[in-house]
Every structure is written in structure tokens, then in C-alpha cells.
């Protein structure tokens, strides 16, 4: 009989061969997206200058001993002691003239693929503008998402679906992306430092080389009354603006801190071009859907019922022959195509629909259900373990299918 | 490990004499992986590219926290996983939740050339769940250890190690003593 021990050994060994003239096109394709990276050198390689230094180990400990160098040749030849010049107020200070900002967010599992913002700030320092673009691996199968929210409206192009979602002057869409420039802004992020510090709920320790090239340090660890989600940020300064280049997030785990992401800023006050805060090449042919009317409202009910809620009318719609109304609680997937999927099925009824339960990974509500489906004159039971249910974006009052 | 640490180094610096050593390296390695994630050649093959371009790419940023095989093994594992979801929003819906099919669909431009084993063995893996089929496969042929996959996906190691002695079950039975002999 076959053992686990085999299996395991037959898993490991078994090979494939490639073609070789085949292997050279693919090898070609990678010189070719090599040598252009090479080329359109980005302005991410300044700023990872110390980001590099700092995340290796030998030159890690070859900076610190410069600085040190430094430090100790300095005293001897002025036989004074250098006080640390630098203050977070400074920080504060210089970001209140702060009108633009271009942000990308980068995480380990995905340091090839940022998320990139692109923020305009009225005088009076509240967010006019912003734009994100998502990649792919942010919306599996939505493809790569550009968001842009202006005048109160916040626009979704899903260009891969060709379809544009609209929210219009909706509230609750307006507190979640202030909310979410809140958590990006960095004057924001060193004021709630600085007064987690003077509430004892944060530790600063601040590291200002002599070279004024060099970023200054500032490592912000919380302490135990700090409810963070990052329980260590280590922001990175830059001497002569004295504004924030990059911020790290740790958490801690285990007793030690896991670098989790950085949020890395750039081009300060360098004006946006007006066109980023447009969609200009939206198609004609492009499937406009207003948010508001996808999805069901969740009112009074819980989030286990609106997810029942929804796959028990998207059903019925299926057994009605309603895709318009299916599409509406499946959105992204246009009616047509909805009904490509289900008409073969030919769904007769629910037979029951069961207790939703949280899918872990996406942090979302799987509804299973049994309902009787007739095909080829015979009648059958079709039982699934259902789609995955969760509001939509933007718009927490609003559920749909995201999935099956 | 010293010399994925030099290659890197190298790769980092814009040589490309290194990337493609990189690429000679693992390139047959996380074929298999693709290929047992996805049971679908063509798809491994895309992602595979995909993934090298895209490393290729990053090569400024780039920054190696771990073994290199087992960065480019999650790389391959991430979107072979996205990939997986949308073939499941976009397949016709199929009766049967289990009823994969492995797609032997030969193009004069393939790219490699499986081995009956190999597809054996892509067949059984494919009727696995996805979680425990991408906890075999990246601990046996992407090298990764438990701890690194539920790092990976953010589990514990115990559920990493219950898919994988669940998935290794399953396929214990699933296939038939002539493809091990």
C-alpha cells in the first residue's frame, strides 16, 4: 500500500521539461521589462537609499559606526558635546504648508505592486482631492481598481470590467475616504504621536545623524496602554524640510516586532496635474452603475441576516428569470453574463438556506443554501456552500455578493 | 543560500547575467508549483512569466527578507491564488464544487512539456481544496517550512499543518499505486 512517505517523495520528484526555443522568448521578455526598469530609473531609488541601509545588517552596523565616528571626531575637535537639534514640533510645523502628496504603500508580499496616492489639500489643510490605484491583488477579480474622489463623489473604474461605479453624496462614503487620508496624512500621524507621547502611550526615540544627508529616525513604540494597530512606526525625516520621507509599521508578535508596511512620500508640494483627479479614457461603451442602486440597504438587520437577505433575492431573481435585478446584487458581473452562468442551471426553488459563516481569509460571509435545479427534464438538489456576501465599497450600509 | 544572497546582491545592482542565473534556477520549480496550484498549464506558464517580469522589474526595490526560493514561490503562490478566485467568480457555474478538469489543451507555443506523471499528479492535487492543496505543494516543492506558509497566509501553523496531512490523505487515496511505482 501506498504511504504518506511516498506520496511525499513522488510530490518532490516528479519533473517537466521546457523547450528551449520557448524558454529563450520568455528569458527574452524578462531582459526586455529588465533592461526598461533600468532605463525609467524611479524616484522610489533616493529615498530607499537609507531605507536599504538600514534593512541590512553589515551596512546597518558600517552607518552606525560612521556615525559614531562622527560623533566622537566632532566632540574631540570641538570639545563640546552636540545637542539633538531636532524636535517633532518642527515636523508639525513643516507640514502645515503641505498642499500635495504623492504616497505609495508598500508591503512585503507585494513590494513589486503598490498602492499608490495621489492627495490635493485645500488652504485651509482639509483633503480637496484624491486619487488611488489599486492593484490587482488588492480586488482579486476585479482587476487593477483606480479610485478618484472629488466634489463629494467618489468614482471606481474597474478597467479590466470596463464597468465605472459612482457613489454620489453619500456620507457614509465621504467619512470613509477622510478617513482613510487621515490615516495617510503624515502631519496627522506624528500630531497623534506627539500627543501619544505626552499621554505616556508612546515611546520616542530620536536619532539625528551629524551627516545632514541622512534622514533623521524617529522610532515611535507603543506602550502598553497604546491601542495601535502597528505597535512600533519608525518614520524617517528628512534634514533639510524636516518633513516625513517614509514611514515603517511593525507589530509586534510573538515578543518581537514584524515589519508589516511602508507608506513612502513624495513629491511635496509638487502640484498634481488637475487630469489625475479625471477618468479621461473612460470608453464610450463603458457600463455606468451608480452605487446606490446595487446591492440591498442593510437597515435594521444584522450583518448574518442582509447576507441571507441578499442570496435569498438573488436566488429568487435566478428562479424568476430577473438577471437585471441578479446583476444588481452581483455586481461587477452585467446581467448577460449572469445569465450565462445560471440559465443552464434552471434553478426551481430554495430548499433552505443555511447560518452564514465568516470566511477567514476575506473576512467575509459565505450564505450556503440547497435549492432544487432542473436540468435535462431531471430534477436534482444542488446544494452550495455558497457565495461570499460583504458591503460594498464605500458604502457600509450596502451588501452584495462579492463572489462565489 | 550564499549564492541566491551574491545573486541577489548582483541582481540588485542591474545584472542581468544574475537575474537570468535566478531564472535557469527556479524557473522549473515554480513551474510545478504553478502547475499544481492551478492545474492548468497555459495559466502556470502566464504566471511563472509574470512573476520573473515582475521581479525583474523590481530589482531596486527589491529586498529579500527570506530564502529566495521561497519569495519567488509566494509570489507565484499569490497569484496563482488570485487567479484561482477569478476562474471561480467567472467559471460557469458547475454542479459538482469538485469538478475541475485539467486542461490538456496543447498550443504550438507551449512552453514546457509535463510528463505523465506530472499530470497525474496535477489531476489528483486539482481535486484537492485549494488551502490544502497550496499547503502541500508550497511545503514540498516550494521548500517552504509550515511556519513560513502560515506566515504566508496568516494562519496558524496548525491549521497549515491539518491542511497538509489532510490534503496528503485525500491524495494518498486519490491516486492509484501504478503512478508511484
Not at chain 1, 454620489?168 to 506627539?194: F, G, W, Y
Not at chain 1, 518581537?256 to 487630469?275: H, L, R, S, V
Not at chain 2, 540588485?12 to 492551478?38: M, P, V
Request: glycine share 4%; charged share 30%; hydrophobic share 40%.
Amino acid at each position: 500500500m501506498t504511504t504518506i512517505e511516498d506520496i511525499e517523495k513522488f510530490i518532490k520528484k516528479t519533473g517537466l521539461e521546457t523547450k528551449t526555443e520557448m524558454n529563450e522568448v520568455v528569458r527574452n521578455r524578462i531582459f526586455q521589462a529588465f533592461e526598461k526598469s533600468k532605463q525609467t530609473k524611479s524616484a522610489l531609488t533616493e529615498p530607499n537609499i537609507w531605507r536599504k541601509i538600514m534593512k541590512s545588517r553589515i551596512t546597518k552596523i558600517a552607518a552606525a559606526a560612521v556615525i559614531i565616528l562622527a560623533v566622537v571626531f566632532s566632540m574631540t575637535i570641538f570639545d563640546k558635546s552636540i545637542p539633538t537639534a531636532y524636535a517633532i514640533d518642527q515636523t508639525i510645523q513643516a507640514s502645515h504648508s503641505v498642499q500635495y502628496l504623492h504616497i505609495r504603500a508598500i508591503t512585503p508580499s507585494h513590494e513589486d505592486q503598490p498602492v499608490e496616492f495621489w492627495i490635493e489639500f485645500a488652504q485651509d489643510g482639509r483633503p480637496k482631492n484624491m486619487r488611488v490605484n489599486q492593484p490587482d491583488w488588492m480586488t482579486p477579480g476585479s482587476g487593477p481598481r483606480e479610485v478618484i474622489w472629488k466634489d463629494n463623489k467618489k468614482q471606481d473604474w474597474l478597467r479590466e470590467k470596463n464597468i465605472l461605479l459612482t457613489t454620489t453624496e453619500d456620507e457614509a462614503s465621504a467619512a470613509q475616504v477622510l478617513k482613510m487620508i487621515e490615516n495617510l496624512d503624515p502631519k496627522l500621524a506624528v500630531t497623534r504621536l506627539q500627543e501619544k507621547q505626552e499621554q505616556g502611550k508612546v515611546e520616542l526615540e530620536i536619532n539625528e545623524p551629524a551627516d545632514k544627508a541622512e534622514p533623521i529616525i524617529v522610532t515611535a513604540t507603543s506602550t502598553k496602554e497604546d491601542d495601535s494597530s502597528f505597535q512600533r512606526k519608525v518614520l524617517y525625516i528628512d534634514q533639510a524640510t524636516k518633513l516625513v520621507s517614509a514611514i515603517e509599521l511593525y507589530k509586534l508578535r510573538n515578543g518581537e516586532y514584524e515589519y508589516m508596511k511602508t507608506m513612502e512620500y513624495y513629491d511635496y508640494n509638487q502640484p498634481i496635474d488637475a487630469e489625475m483627479f479625471m477618468f479621461k479614457d473612460v470608453s464610450n461603451d463603458a457600463e455606468h452603475i451608480d452605487l446606490m442602486t446595487i446591492g440591498l440597504a442593510q437597515g435594521n438587520l444584522s450583518d448574518e441576516e442582509i447576507a441571507v437577505e441578499v442570496v435569498r433575492q438573488f436566488l429568487e431573481a435566478l428562479i424568476a428569470g430577473n438577471y437585471d435585478k441578479a446583476s444588481k446584487l452581483f455586481p461587477g458581473e452585467p446581467a448577460d453574463k449572469i445569465k450565462e452562468m445560471f440559465s443552464e442551471l434552471n434553478i426551481i426553488r430554495i430548499v433552505s438556506m443555511g447560518k452564514p459563516i465568516l470566511h477567514s481569509e476575506t473576512n467575509r460571509l459565505r450564505v450556503p443554501f440547497e435549492v432544487e435545479v432542473e436540468m435535462e427534464g431531471k430534477i436534482s438538489l444542488w446544494k452550495k456552500q455558497g457565495p461570499l456576501i460583504q458591503h460594498l465599497a464605500g458604502q457600509p450600509d450596502r451588501w452584495a455578493i462579492n463572489g462565489f | 543560500m550564499l549564492e541566491d544572497k551574491l545573486l541577489v546582491w548582483k541582481f540588485k545592482g542591474g545584472n542581468w547575467d544574475a537575474l537570468s542565473r535566478i531564472y535557469d534556477k527556479y524557473r522549473e520549480d515554480l513551474l510545478r508549483l504553478a502547475i499544481s496550484l492551478l492545474n492548468d498549464i497555459s495559466s502556470a506558464e502566464d504566471i511563472v512569466q509574470d512573476v520573473f517580469v515582475s521581479f525583474a522589474q523590481s530589482h531596486e526595490l527589491f529586498r529579500l527578507t527570506g530564502t529566495l526560493k521561497g519569495y519567488l514561490a509566494t509570489c507565484v503562490a499569490n497569484r496563482a491564488r488570485n487567479r484561482n478566485r477569478d476562474d471561480m467568480r467567472h467559471r460557469t457555474v458547475e454542479l459538482d464544487d469538485n469538478e475541475e478538469v485539467f486542461t490538456d489543451s496543447k498550443t504550438p507555443d507551449e512552453w514546457i512539456i509535463c510528463s505523465e506523471e506530472l499530470k497525474k499528479l496535477s489531476n489528483a492535487i486539482g481535486q484537492l481544496p485549494y488551502e490544502q492543496r497550496e499547503a502541500l505543494v508550497l511545503h514540498l516543492q516550494g521548500d517552504m517550512k509550515f511556519k513560513q506558509i502560515a506566515k504566508f497566509r496568516n494562519v496558524s501553523i496548525r491549521t497549515i499543518q491539518s491542511r497538509y496531512r489532510y490534503g496528503l490523505d485525500k491524495l494518498r487515496s486519490l491516486l492509484n499505486s501504478e503512478v508511484i511505482k
